[in-house]
């Protein structure tokens, strides 16, 4: 029997099966499926069930201009993993905006701007339930004694931090602080740049899976949703299945029974990139 892949949540993968998601402990799946569900596991931003949860603190962030004078102001973003996989080569881009209120060479009339700087840095491992911290870029914030007419004194403020996470370039997440104005996401060039890097590792990865199968034709990497995502259900008797070269990384079949993996020989023939899961949970 056939039924599709949905999500990998902890140990269980999720199929769609009779219009019916039911989830099924990875472990029970023979080794040849499990290879395939790995990979697709590694290669599919859409395979893992991203949740994240972020808190920010407003900090004095170190000036890397050179110029002398107070420090910037920025935040310090907790990122914690709710999911319940490990996540990896997760990239956060951040916008970090400032209500700009006061014109710094002492301008007696002060026009309001929204300002941003943005930023984005890629996570390190992390396991369910761990968190990380990340220090966005700061604004300068000014202050004056009055603000013209009333006498009152004004200073800039900043407006909050807004979090996109993503993986290959494909976004999995976003968060936004209570203060982020109304606004579209400000597009940033190098932050373009960077993600179709992460695309490009995509395309590598899928190749090399691809070269560990047998060759042939490297599957082309596509939008979640747009993979054909089938698998094995469980079933009786001994797996039918052919090799892992006979099938694709990503996209592909995995015919046959489903079984418990031989205990000694656990991981070893699943290649180094896919190890995302606790291999040890596929043995018992």
Known sequence: MEAELVK??????????????????????????????LQWIATDPGAIDYRFDCREAEKEVARTDGEEGPGLRGYEV????????????????????LDDRVDPIGSWFNVRKLMFKAGDEELPALAYGKSVKVMTRGHQVDKTRSNGFSGQPE???????????????????????????????PESGAEKA?????RERQREL????????????????????EVKREVAK???????????????PEGGKAEGAVGKVGGEEKGEDVPEEIKIFEMEDTAK
């Open 8 to 37: 990998a949540r902890g140990p269980n993968i999720v199929v769609r099966m009779d219009r019916k998601e039911v989830p099924v402990p990875l472990k029970q799946f023979s080794r040849e499926d499990q290879t395939v569900i």
């Open 78 to 97: 907790t990122v914690a993993n709710r999911c319940l996989n490990t996540v990896d080569g997760i990239r956060v881009c951040y916008r970090v905006f």
């Open 155 to 185: 200073r800039d403020r900043l407006r909050g931090v807004w979090v996109r996470f993503f993986k290959f370039g494909t976004e999995v997440g976003s968060w936004k602080s209570g203060a982020v104005p109304k606004c579209e996401w």
């Open 194 to 198: 960077r993600l179709e890097g992460d």
């Open 206 to 225: 899928v190749a090399s899976f691809a070269g560990k199968a047998g060759g042939g034709e490297v599957p082309g990497v596509v939008p979640e949703g």
């Open 234 to 248: 469980a079933g009786a008797g001994k797996s039918g299945a052919g090799k892992t070269g006979d099938r694709k």
